[in-house]
């Protein structure tokens, strides 16, 4: 017998919200989280806009000590220790004073505390080794926000840190899911975030896949879906949520969010089409549909899907990889949307944001729009009808909802959730 999971907490901190009501309303809303950046614009950057979340001192002062805040540089480690800890509040769970045998973590980044390692390797140069201090490692090492989470609650059972690119969130939801499936631990909290900054998204600017062209017009710049789409925005963050053996939860009283059903994670192996920046669509394919058959569900009977859709020439590649997994087209497609024509590209911490993003529309019952998606690129409606491309959020049930995530490096997770009924 395999343990059902359910996802029983939710935190977040988005460049269009913080915290999970205030992210609630930003996406029922349609609201922008991408500004101009004038920082960019002093260094060169070409594209100068982005999305950073507005964390300001009251709220690092909520969930650091002042110990914990000497010398704190990481940006990602503030947004993913603000986001993991609001989690596990959400779902009713306490601080553990003994190592809990029974809650893990899996929480993700693509690289943490450049402004740290900046400031590190600076001193070094100088010659003033000595004086990088107690948290230049902490701040820097890739498990840097899971040992944080881990210090703050006390987990005695599995504690991980994977980095797959964009794929990274969503992988860590399967892994997190799949250990609790197998009866190895009751709970996890899993996510992902990802670093501020231009020393973050430089190279992205070197590459020319920003869409420096909306430096005056940030908040329409991100444009999944659209004809007139001219790449991606960067932007930052964290999402994390906290997963439960079904039982568990429920002998707790907990609330429950919704149900994971599945999930598939894979690579295309940088061949046939794949390669370091581009996807490999038969393993696309095959990791969504893997990820139906393994959640027991056939492909008609998801209603709807939050997709990877970047805003690049790559989105209608995706929605066709999407209709050669669904057996479906046109009017037979699910409703999809994008939630990076709100807040950008997160990077690493995409697929966590989307996921929790994903869990509110299910929970609260809408579909919220995607922005900037008009003119649709015609390539996309010849696919699917464009009634399936809501622009204003719309007050639907999603019944099963498909969440996927493709990473540089030809990564693939995607996961099926499913609307929980009080039983």
């Not at 939710?10 to 500004?35: C, D, H, M, R, Y």
């Not at 809990?100 to 973590?105: H, K, L, N, V």
């Not at 980095?163 to 799949?178: D, K, Q, V, Y």
């Not at 549909?289 to 997709?307: L, Q």
Request: charged share 20%; net charge neutral; aromatic share 8%.
């Amino acid at each position: 017998m395999k343990n059902r999971v359910v996802i029983t907490g939710l935190g977040v901190v988005s460049p269009n919200a913080l915290g999970k009501e205030s992210f609630l309303s930003a996406l029922q809303s349609g609201i922008s989280g991408i500004k101009f950046h004038q920082k960019l614009a002093d260094l060169k950057f070409s594209c100068q806009i982005a999305g950073t979340p507005l964390v300001n001192q009251d709220h690092i002062d909520a969930y650091f000590t002042s110990l914990e805040q000497k010398e704190l540089k990481a940006t990602g480690l503030i947004y993913g220790g603000i986001a993991g800890q609001e989690a596990w509040k959400d779902a009713g769970l306490k601080f553990n004073k003994e190592p809990d045998s029974d809650a893990g973590i899996v929480f993700g980044n693509g690289i943490l505390g450049v402004d740290k390692l900046k400031e590190a390797f600076d001193k070094i140069d100088d010659k003033n080794v000595r004086r990088l201090g107690s948290q230049s490692v902490i701040q820097t090492m890739a498990s840097g926000v899971t040992a944080f989470l881990n210090q703050k609650i006390g987990f005695g059972n599995r504690v991980l840190t994977n980095s797959s690119a964009c794929a990274t969130g969503t992988e860590a939801l399967i892994l997190g899911f799949e250990h609790i499936q197998s009866g190895k631990s009751k709970t996890m909290l899993v996510g992902s975030c990802s670093d501020s900054g231009p020393y973050i998204w430089g190279g992205f600017d070197a590459l020319r896949i920003l869409p420096y062209q909306y430096n005056d017009a940030p908040e329409e710049a991100s444009r999944p879906f659209a004809e007139d789409a001219a790449g991606f925005v960067p932007s930052s963050g964290a999402g994390a949520l906290v997963i439960e053996d079904y039982e568990h939860a429920k002998a707790r009283g907990a609330n429950i969010y919704a149900e994971i059903l599945g999930g598939e994670t894979n690579s295309g192996g940088m061949r046939n089409g794949g390669s370091m920046t581009a996807p490999n669509s038969n393993a696309v394919v095959s990791c969504i549909s893997n990820a139906i058959k393994n959640a027991e569900i056939n492909p008609e009977d998801i209603d709807v899907i939050n997709a990877h859709l970047t805003a690049t020439k790559m989105d209608a590649t995706e929605i066709e990889n999407w209709t050669l997994a669904l057996n479906g087209q046109n009017k037979n497609f699910p409703i999809i949307n994008s939630l990076k024509g709100m807040i950008g590209h997160g990077l690493a911490a995409c697929g966590s944001l989307e996921l929790v993003a994903s869990v509110l529309q299910m929970h609260h019952g809408f579909v919220f729009g995607n922005r900037n998606a008009e003119p649709v690129h015609p390539s996309i409606l010849k696919m699917i009808d464009k009634s399936k491309i809501p622009l204003k959020t719309i007050n639907h049930q999603p019944q099963l909802l498909a969440k996927a995530s493709f990473g540089f490096g030809d990564v693939n997770a995607c996961v099926l959730l499913k609307k929980y009924f009080n039983q």
